[in-house]
């Protein structure tokens, strides 16, 4: 199948949805397929740019930017990108092209128009990969309120799953909390998350200096740092566990609240918690091989599931994990089914601690972890599969290759 992959990042980005995605571009690939990634490229003088990646052709056009800006900037940079997608299309002769099918990934929710303009050009089937159940989350979290801009962006979501031929959601409760919004005619499935498992890349010196951290035993985040995080609790923990010179707190990455952690944490002298900034997704591996306990942060205020991508990089490379979750989410299953690590539940800072402690005082206990989470990656987060049953719900004969919602 000739296919074509809408998204709001890629690689070289270390977000995971960008490592997810050229995973699942490349496992396609290997499966015999066509593929081509179109993603916005911020800044550069051309209208666009193509680039070739492991036989995965990359169309990047020029977009304005929606990572690390304020939450307003994001929103009005969000709403324009799928016309500068789509603008891009026409320049670089994307659109004049025949597509078997049409894949796009959510967050962001703005770009269903692009799929539904694919699909209308090519009569083909759209898949909608949703990760998260934005605005709903945002509202859990604090973030907004039920108001206009809610009800603005619970159309566009809808508007989205109306394009969608098959949904496919990360996790299993999260069926039914997408179905209460898409059409009665969707179909929706579970979709695991997928990562693959990467050639160890060392940093230049060896090994990265981690500081005053270096010989302890390491909690290590890597990923987005945001409001859907919380990643507050981690510092409290932190501070409750100062006094313990044996343990360090490393967060790496980016995102709209790094700024603020990283003032915290000087204002109460955590000398515990070292920041390093963004790194190439590449070395991660060569990273995770000096720590010994991945994090999972996410605001146990959320009513949505969550399996996110950064827990199956702590698997993928045998850490165990300590994560932090709202009530009911079905992570906390995979982890104690599993026995990788240790799931908290609720907003227990107290909890939170006694489960790092048990991390941190059971070597053993962890290195098991750790084999249980290689084989949990290979089991159930598999490329391969993914790509399988992403190309199977395309290729489906058996249904209508416009979907309902596209009057």
Same mark, same amino acid.
């Given at each position: 199948?000739?296919?074509?992959?809408? =998204?709001?990042?890629?690689?070289?980005?270390?977000?995971?949805?960008?490592?997810?995605?050229?995973?699942?571009?490349?496992?396609?690939?290997?499966?015999?397929?066509?593929?081509?990634?179109?993603? !916005?490229? #911020?800044?550069?003088?051309?209208?666009?740019? #193509?680039?070739?990646?492991?036989? #995965?052709?990359?169309?990047?056009?020029?977009?304005?930017?929606?990572?690390?800006?304020?939450?307003?900037?994001?929103?009005?940079?969000?709403?324009?990108? !799928?016309?500068?997608?789509?603008?891009?299309?026409?320049?670089?002769?994307?659109?004049?092209?025949?597509?078997?099918? #049409?894949?796009?990934? %959510?967050?962001?929710?703005?770009?269903?128009?692009?799929?539904?303009?694919?699909?209308?050009?090519?009569?083909?089937?759209?898949?909608?990969?949703?990760?998260?159940?934005?605005?709903?989350?945002?509202?859990?979290?604090?973030?907004?309120?039920?108001?206009? =801009?809610?009800?603005?962006?619970?159309?566009?979501?809808?508007?989205?799953?109306?394009?969608?031929?098959?949904?496919?959601?990360?996790?299993?409760?999260?069926?039914?909390?997408?179905?209460?919004?898409?059409? %009665?005619?969707?179909?929706?499935?579970?979709?695991?998350?997928?990562?693959?498992?990467?050639?160890?890349?060392?940093?230049?010196?060896?090994?990265?200096?981690?500081?005053?951290?270096?010989?302890?035993?390491?909690?290590?985040?890597?990923?987005?740092?945001?409001?859907?995080?919380?990643?507050?609790?981690?510092?409290?923990?932190? =501070?409750?566990?100062?006094?313990?010179?044996?343990?360090?707190?490393?967060?790496?990455?980016?995102? %709209?609240?790094?700024?603020?952690?990283?003032?915290?944490?000087?204002?109460?002298?955590?000398?515990?918690?070292?920041?390093?900034?963004?790194?190439?997704?590449?070395?991660?591996?060569?990273?995770?091989?000096?720590?010994?306990?991945?994090?999972?942060?996410?605001?146990?205020?959320?009513?949505?599931?969550?399996?996110?991508?950064?827990?199956?990089?702590?698997?993928?490379?045998?850490? !165990?994990?300590?994560?932090?979750?709202?009530?009911?989410?079905?992570?906390?299953?995979?982890?104690?089914?599993?026995?990788?690590?240790?799931?908290?539940?609720?907003?227990?800072?107290?909890?939170?601690?006694?489960?790092?402690?048990?991390?941190?005082?059971?070597?053993?206990?962890?290195?098991?972890?750790?084999?249980?989470?290689?084989?949990? =990656?290979?089991?159930?987060?598999?490329?391969?599969?993914?790509?399988?049953?992403?190309?199977?719900?395309?290729?489906?004969?058996? %249904?209508?290759?416009?979907?309902?919602?596209?009057?």
């Amino acid at each position: 199948m000739k296919l074509l992959i809408v =998204a709001d990042v890629y690689m070289p980005s270390t977000l995971s949805a960008a490592i997810e995605l050229r995973d699942l571009a490349t496992e396609m690939v290997a499966q015999g397929h066509d593929v081509t990634v179109l993603a !916005p490229m #911020v800044g550069g003088l051309r209208p666009f740019a #193509v680039e070739q990646d492991e036989h #995965v052709r990359i169309v990047r056009v020029r977009a304005p930017r929606t990572k690390d800006v304020n939450l307003i900037r994001r929103a009005l940079a969000e709403i324009c990108l !799928p016309f500068a997608l789509l603008r891009g299309m026409r320049l670089s002769g994307l659109k004049g092209e025949h597509w078997d099918g #049409v894949v796009w990934y %959510s967050p962001t929710i703005f770009l269903g128009l692009v799929a539904r303009c694919v699909k209308r050009w090519n009569q083909c089937r759209g898949y909608l990969i949703v990760r998260d159940l934005f605005p709903d989350w945002a509202v859990d979290a604090g973030v907004m309120r039920k108001g206009f =801009a809610y009800r603005f962006f619970k159309a566009v979501e809808r508007f989205q799953y109306r394009v969608a031929d098959v949904i496919g959601v990360q996790t299993p409760a999260n069926v039914a909390l997408v179905a209460r919004d898409a059409p %009665s005619s969707a179909e929706i499935e579970v979709l695991y998350n997928w990562m693959r498992m990467a050639e160890v890349v060392k940093p230049e010196s060896g090994k990265f200096d981690l500081g005053n951290l270096e010989g302890r035993t390491l909690f290590v985040y890597a990923g987005n740092m945001g409001k859907a995080q919380d990643m507050d609790a981690f510092l409290e923990l932190a =501070a409750r566990l100062r006094s313990r010179l044996d343990l360090g707190f490393l967060f790496v990455g980016r995102g %709209s609240e790094v700024s603020r952690l990283q003032q915290k944490a000087g204002k109460r002298e955590l000398t515990n918690v070292r920041f390093m900034s963004e790194i190439d997704s590449a070395l991660i591996p060569a990273l995770f091989e000096q720590c010994h306990v991945g994090i999972v942060a996410l605001d146990p205020r959320h009513k949505t599931h969550n399996i996110p991508g950064k827990f199956m990089a702590y698997a993928r490379n045998g850490l !165990p994990v300590l994560a932090r979750i709202n009530p009911g989410n079905d992570l906390a299953h995979v982890i104690r089914d599993n026995n990788v690590g240790y799931g908290v539940e609720g907003d227990s800072i107290t909890d939170l601690q006694i489960a790092a402690e048990r991390l941190a005082d059971h070597a053993a206990a962890r290195i098991e972890m750790g084999k249980a989470g290689r084989k949990l =990656a290979d089991r159930l987060f598999s490329p391969a599969a993914a790509a399988k049953q992403v190309v199977r719900a395309l290729a489906r004969a058996d %249904s209508k290759p416009i979907s309902a919602g596209d009057d």
